[in-house]
């Protein structure tokens, strides 16, 4: 039940056709078995108030003619009677075929998708797939409900864009993007006519770009070319000098932040350096690993972005219903009135699967009405994210994610309904530290670990 980090990394991309290489934007055939056949980019593209200018901004900066090498999902709050005018609109933007999404279209490059109206869509082995949503007008999240797809289904080729909008979707969404080793980008704040969703995404620290609509794309083009196309390193090839430099980078490491990767799965090591490296347009190993040393700053966003895993609240439904039936119950019955049950959180991130146990524990003492307490330990070695939990504020989205009766019981929300805080009572169950588990001591005399 803890965080779920680097899924399926080693998997192949499912996209439905290969990623461009430097030949084909010549006009030439890419040679076959070339790395380029592994799959391409898809760009979610999330907005709602402001959005249609945006939109606007980004496709007609393309150049007309260049190969994007990439496939963009558009995703626009609409109401469910209200006609989406994108597809005219950008058809006039751009030299790529603009189609409105139909159920099990399959996803192609240099092909931009728009949601239709009243419609949630969502990714799967290379498919876009319409469904009726199931959440009430007003409380939607479109875009999340994309980006956590395209997460899962095209890992580190996944790339997402919050544009302009009111409220947090896309915060959470974005989260799931990052902890699969994919690109997130925010419009600056004041390019924007509204600026609620880009700033709620800019708060989460997982923001890789922050640009106006009008530079992302030439951003986007140089961060493809590096990660994906004809400059990208494959450093566990034998032929190339960063077979031999992923143990300098790990030293670089651990004498810096104190914590030991080496055991870490090496494809995850190299595929996060990858991304490094294309994020500063660094073609070669050598020259990233000199940017470790004279830039201190890199060290620390490189473990971070070791860190990043998916989290959010009751997480993997079937095991919280597990927990809630089988587990606490028990742990509860079996322990002396009066005492206290001693749970511990290991790898908590931002703390939602802690607070998540938390609310599942205090249901259960109220109806119960049993007179032990509880004291939960939740941990992890990024200190960020403690910081983040331990302020217990999260984005108006986790009602995706959290029942409202939940949501009215143990949360209160910011008067204009732009964040949730958990309440102190569940708050004072959880202490939160940072904390290595290779290296710090254990907690003892406990009842759960999860």
Known sequence: MTQKKDKDEDKDNQASEPAPDKSEELGESPAAGSKAEQGFPIVGIGASAGGLRAFQDFFSSIPAGTATGMAFVLVQHLAPDQKSLLVDLIGRQTHMEVLQVEDNVKVRRECVYVIPPGRDIALKEGALHLSKPT??????????????????????????????????????????????????????????????????????????????????????????????????????????????????????LHKQTGHDFSEYKRNTIVRRVQRRMALHRIGRPNDYLRLMHDNPQEVQSLFHDLLIGVTSF?????????????????????????????????????????????????????????????????????????????????PSSIANDVSPERLARFFEQDPEGGFYRIKKAVRDLIIFSVHAVNKDPPFSRLDLVT
């Not at 999340?144 to 997460?151: E, G, H, N, Q, Y």
């Not at 509204?194 to 640009?211: E, Q």
């Not at 509880?374 to 910081?387: C, G, K, L």
């Open 135 to 252: 959440a009430k007008r007003g409380l939607r999240l479109p875009v999340d409900f994309f980006f956590r797809s395209l997460a899962n289904d095209q890992h580190e080729r996944a790339i997402c864009i919050v544009l302009s909008g009111t409220g947090s979707d896309g915060t959470l969404g974005l989260r799931e993007i990052k902890g699969q080793g994919g690109l997130v980008i925010a419009q600056l704040p004041e390019s924007c006519e509204y600026d609620g969703m880009p700033r709620s995404a800019i708060a989460t620290g997982l923001v890789d770009y922050t640009a106006s609509p009008e530079d992302m794309p030439a951003r986007l083009a140089d961060f493809a070319q590096h990660a994906f196309g004809s400059a990208a390193t494959d450093m566990l090839a034998p032929a190339t000098e960063g077979a031999d430099i992923v143990e300098k980078i790990l030293t670089q």
């Open 314 to 394: 009751f997480r993997d439904a079937e095991s919280f219903a597990a927990l809630q039936d089988k587990v606490i119950a028990r742990l509860v019955k079996d322990k002396p009135a009066g005492s206290t049950v001693r749970i511990w959180v290991c790898g908590c991130s931002t703390g939602e699967e802690a607070f998540s146990i938390a609310i599942l524990l205090q249901e259960h003492l109220e109806s119960e009405k049993s007179r032990q307490s509880v004291q939960i330990f939740a941990t992890d070695i990024n200190s960020e994210a403690i910081d983040q939990a331990r302020r217990a504020v999260f």
